[in-house]
Every structure is written in structure tokens, then in C-alpha cells.
């Protein structure tokens, strides 16, 4: 056998080729199949839902509630952002929606914010969808047995196995009671290893119950792209209660950290070509008409007092709403006209650095000049250098290229001002927007243009002109060592050591800190 694979290498390395030929495209017609059976799926029509969401800047009202939710424990609404737990021990908050929410399907974005001073924090945040509110209890500040599903963003490693921080998916039929002492991770239906403490901007989750799947996003906080998400998590074919609230919770432990929610956005999902139902419909009828026949009253009153008003105050004629308020047309022509001012204010300033520069010019002149004379003096008493005639020369024409410029500079500035001036002459007249100020405009833009050209066009020739001489400033004598060998070992060692028992304390410090749960 050895003899005919030696004799016949070449009919071998043929059969080699024509085999990975024949699995290439196989494989090939096997992907081209899966990709056009896999066509994209519309994507569902997406509904705000505001009497179960809550943002800021408006966030709580002037008693401290939340409209259409309610808050327990140590949580702290604000205007910007509902602090669930401040970063104190054994702290618990939660935010429950006051009504049920019975969609089919949904979609909720958190927005929050998880901050602490140490390496590590506790206890962590919790995102739930349950029958009954949780307000209170020992799952993260909430109830345990719940019915519905939980996702827990977990800070604080119980089970010691270096997997925290971590986002877990958990669910519940109200039977089982949470497993504290791993975390979790025998209940979990679906994990991701993310760290979302102490980020540069509020980290983001996207949480979408669609079809019986139930996915998670999250934006990591390193970007302040809110359309950045990286995939987290999924568990397909759970059914979870038609009905039920949401609720935000949090708890610390022996450590502690700040957990802020800045905003909980709530849609609704209908599967394309389902109409949405109407808001109407979800407004019971007595209500509605308690509504109308509130409005009614409230309009009846006003009309009751604006007559009043007149009658008390017939010399006074009201102002018109639509002059109390900025059109668009006066915004826009605002805007121009602050540009223009701006513009014309630039334009000022670099004239005067202009004309600084060109005096400066005119004084490099008169000193060369003065030199030539000199030079020509000595020339008719016969000692005669070519080299520095030469020399002389080029930078008398260099300077005479300089003040050239700089005058046909002066001349642009001038004209552009003349410009602006005649535009903004014209805006007063008969306002902004006509053919004549944009052409007006793109005529200043030229002439910028080409001033910024000839300014570099300057700078490159001051750059090759050997006249100038750079000043060098004396060097400063070194300063004599005043801290021996011996001394600075000695400093070395002593704060060595205490930099070992600040660390020693330290640890100690944490280990005492630590709870088990």
C-alpha cells in the first residue's frame, strides 16, 4: 500500500480536492435554502401605554405619589427619577402599578441607574409581572411565591462562584420559594453575565413578551445610544398570567447601593394585521361620562369667569394667543439673524488681529529697510557682501508678498461686513427666507473661505521666512538634591508598610461587612 500511495500521489490529491468541491456546495445550496425559507417577520405595532409607565422630568406630583402607581418601603420618588433603595443596610423599596394589565403581549423598557462606592454591591434591582403586587418581602425587597415571572439584575454573589453581577430570568406558579442561597441559578430559566454598577450613563433593559418568547436587551451604559442593545437572554414557550402588575423592587444588604429607575415604559404588541383595539373601548362608560360632565363644569366656570372679568375690566382688550407665542417664521428668522450678529462679530475680531498683524508687517519693513541702506552704504565704500544682498532681497520681497495679502485681506473682511450689513438690512425690511439673503449668505461663505485660505497661506510664509529669530529664554541652573539616599529608603519602607496595613484593614473591614444574604 505504501508502494501505490507513493506512485500515485497526484490521483490523490484530486480525489482530496473534488470531495471539499462537493461538501463546499452542499453546504452552500444547504445555506442559500435556509436563508430564503427564512424570511423577516413584520414587526408588531407598538401602543404607549401611560397609566402603567412613568419618566421624568415630571415624575411625581407635589404630595410625592407617582400618577397610576403606588410605592412602598424606603422607596423616594423625585422629579427626575424614583430612588427604590438609597445606599444604606438593609434598605427595601418597591413601585407597583395601581391597576391590572391584561395585554397579550408586551414590551417594557427600564431605564436605571445602580451606583455604589466598593468593588461590590448589594443586593440588586428586580423587574416582576405578578398576579398580586409584592409590596413587601425577602426576594429583593419583594413578596416570595409570586405568580408571574421576575427578572433580577443580582449584584451581590451569594454562592461565592464569581458569577455576579448577573441578570436571571426566573418564574413562578406562587408555589415555590426562591433558592437565596445560589442565586438562583436552579431556577433560572434564562442568565447573562453583564456588569451593570457604577456605568458612565443609565443602563437600559428591554424586556418583550411576544408569541410565548420572552426576550431581554440590554444596553450596557458605556453609550449614550439608547438604540444600542446587545442581545441578553430568551426563553421560548412560557406562558405567563393574562393578567397581572408590574413592579419595580430593590434591596441592600450588608453592602450597600444607590438603585435609581429614571423611567419604566410600558407597550402594548398587536400582531401585524390586527387592528389595536380603540382607547375608547378600554374607558368604562360611567367613567367617561363622569369625565365629560366634569370638563362641562370646568368650561361653564371659565366662561362664567372671563365674563366677569370683562365686566370688571371693560377698557382692557385681550391679547390674542397666537401673539403671546413664537411662530415659526419668527424663530426661524430669530435664528438668522443671531447667526448674522455672531457672523459679523467674528468677522470684527479677526479684522483687528488683522490689522495688528499688518502693522506688525509694516515694522518688519521699516527695520529691513533701514538694513538695505546701511548695506548700500557700505557698498559705496566699497565693501560689498553678494550673499547678504541676496539674502536681503528675498526677504524684502517676501515681506512686500506679506503686505500684499494682507491688504487683499482687509479688502475681503470689508467687503463681507459690507454684506452682512446690506443682508441683515434686507431681513428688516422684508424678512428672511428670499433668494437674495441666501445668495447673500453663500457670498460670506465664499469669502470666509477664502480668508481662512489666505491666513494659512500667511502662516506658511512667516514659517519659511528667515528673518525671524526665535527667542530662547536661559536655561534654568539644576537645583541642588537636598534628600540623601538613605532618607528617601528609609520614606520608601515606612509608607510600604503602611500601605500593607491599610490593605490588611481594609479586608478585614469587608469580610465583617459581608451577609450572607
Known sequence: MAVSVARYPAANARMLILSFLTALIFHRSVADVSVGASTPEELPHRRFEYKYSFKGPHLSQSDGSIPFWIHTGNAIPSADQVRITPSLRSQKGTVWTKNKVNFEHWEA?????????????????????TTEQGLDG??????????????FFDSFDNDGKKNNPAIIVVGNNGNLVYDHQNDGSTQALGTCLRDFRNKPYPVRAKITYYKKTLTVLINNGFTPDKEDYE??????????????????????????????????????????????????????KEDKDKYQEEFQNFQQELDKKKEEFQKEHPNVQGEPIEDMYESVNDREIRQVFEGQNRIHLEIKQLNRQLAMILDEQRRYVSVITEEVAKKGANAGSGQVDPAASQQLGSIMATQQDVLRNLNELRSSFSESLKQIGSAQNQGNAVGIGTYETIQHFNDIKEHLHLVKRDVEHLVQRNAQNPAEKVMKCPEVPPMPSCLSTVHFAIFVVIQTMLFFCYIMYKSQQEAAAKKFF
Not at 109 to 129: I, N, P, Y
Request: net charge negative.
Open 109 to 129: 423598557e427600564v431605564t436605571f441607574r445602580v451606583s455604589g462606592r466598593g468593588r461590590m454591591g448589594a443586593d440588586g434591582l428586580a423587574v416582576w409581572f
Open 138 to 151: 425577602p426576594v429583593y425587597g419583594a413578596a416570595d411565591k409570586w405568580n408571574g415571572i421576575g427578572i
Open 231 to 284: 442581545f441578553c437572554t430568551k426563553v421560548d414557550n412560557m406562558v405567563i398570567p393574562s393578567e397581572g402588575f408590574f413592579g419595580i423592587s430593590a434591596a441592600t444588604g450588608g453592602l450597600a447601593d444607590d438603585h435609581d429607575v429614571l423611567s419604566f415604559l410600558l407597550f402594548r404588541l398587536t400582531e401585524p394585521g390586527q387592528q389595536p383595539p380603540p382607547v375608547e373601548s378600554e374607558i368604562p
